[in-house]
């Protein structure tokens, strides 16, 4: 089965932002779930009654759109635009754009000049009453789209088709703990023996179950066998909790449940594992309409799960509760990165260092295969750059010993908050001449030293004469750099 998933979808949290225009149909119905509908001879004071969102006729130059929110960020591959039911006022043709932002950016931001968006889609013709997917190449990781009709019309339905990549290091709790196997998490199901009357990926929604069709279902067997469902958990994590819940499923609950886990990080998005299985939950009962909490065995950490059911029936929704390892922040992060449009992604590299070309230089060399290529990479574009860059990186630096608004500075000086009063006076003193002899920052690698190692490090190079400072700065910015990378995709 397709781990693709419509991201856009209310249940998910979708929600049309803005639009252009929405003189005839509100772009709400955008996003409904259900099938676009045609109900003869319903008219508004506006006209015809249609099941999707349009806008009124132009009469000038220029195009309509329609600003979405998707319900969970993700790589797109593919749109659906569909024009059911719009025969004759039908756009002609359709574009669509992306933006990796924030999940609370507000209508006023996104529509506004400084909005950072990206072609998915070029310009594309569409037809009348009829369902269209077009495939987005290359994949690109965003939070919101823009829907372009070209000059006007009317859409039913618009599908944001793709895999579910959150920042897990603003899901995550302190301990890294969260719903691995979520929706919202990333966590998504990539194969199910049987879901005759509703999806398996239904499963990891949020929130509860309305009704049985929003569960997963599988047929009556009639012979041996059980069912199954296996899951891609949002990160290699340790599992701790289970939860298996029944709700609304009285007369076709499964009479009992277990669940195994596996350790396959190589495995692809929609691959499942072959092997290693072993057990997380061992069979127990279940009852109908009802919310299970099962302890898991302690185990290797784990990136998949398969729930097994027995021998058939009907569950609303799973959750599998554990801690992410660094391992899995890290590979996590890492394709997040890889997906990011280009300025997004170098926005998120100007954490690791300041300079502009760097994290540009760094950016166009994705994607990258693991954390060690990333940072064989990260070096080489360094050593290429000059004066004018390594300024620029110096910059973005506190002086030793100051307070700082940056969580990472914060840290690294970890080792100069308790020191005492006379070794810090004598910091802000070597500051001041380190910035009169050399016109920037004292830059050196704060991480794992003590405040008095610091100020000994800081009297030594006041020594050098400014040519050789300038490079040794440099060679600091480089470590301070490699550090960062080591825990730029972790909490």
Known sequence: MSPLLDLAAGRLGGVALACSDEFFAPKERLLDQAAPVAVPGRYTDRGKWMDGWESRRRRGPGHDWCVVRLGVPGV?????????????????????????????????GLTGPAADWVELLGRTPLEGD??????????????HVRLNIHPDGGVARLRVLGEPLPDLRGLAGPDGRLDLAATASGGTVVACSDMAFAAAGNLLLPGDAVDMGEGWETRRRRGPGHDWAVVRLAAEATVDRVEVDTTHYKGNHPESCQLQ????????????????????????????????????????????VRLLIHPDGGVSRLRVWGRVTAAGFDCAGLRRLNALPAGRAAAELLACCG???????????????DPAALAATAASVWERLGPDDWQE????HP??????ASPWSTREQAGVGGAAAEVLAELADGNREYERRFGRVFLVRAAGRSAAALLANLRERLGNDPDTELRVAAAEQAEITRLRLQRLFRP
């Not at 009829?130 to 939070?143: F, G, M, T």
């Not at 300079?355 to 295969?369: E, I, L, M, Q, Y």
């Not at 990186?393 to 973005?396: R, V, Y």
Request: hydrophobic residues 40%; charged residues 20%; aromatic residues 4%.
């Open 76 to 108: 797109v591959a593919a749109v659906v635009v569909d024009t059911t039911h719009f025969r004759g006022n039908h756009p002609e043709a359709c574009s669509v754009d992306g933006l990796a932002g924030e999940q609370g950016a507000t209508a006023e």
């Open 130 to 143: 009829r369902e269209q997917r077009l495939p987005v190449d290359p994949p690109r990781l965003v939070s």
């Open 261 to 304: 886990a596996c350790r396959a990080p190589a495995a692809g998005p929609g691959e499942v594992p072959e092997g290693g299985w072993r057990e997380l939950v061992p069979r127990s009962p279940l009852g109908p309409h009802a919310r299970h909490a099962l302890a898991a065995a302690p185990g290797e950490p784990a990136t998949h």
């Open 355 to 369: 300079s502009r070309t760097w994290a540009a230089g760094v950016a166009a060399v994705r994607p990258f295969a």
């Open 393 to 396: 990186a110096f910059a973005a």
């Open 399 to 404: 002086r030793i010993g100051e307070r700082s």
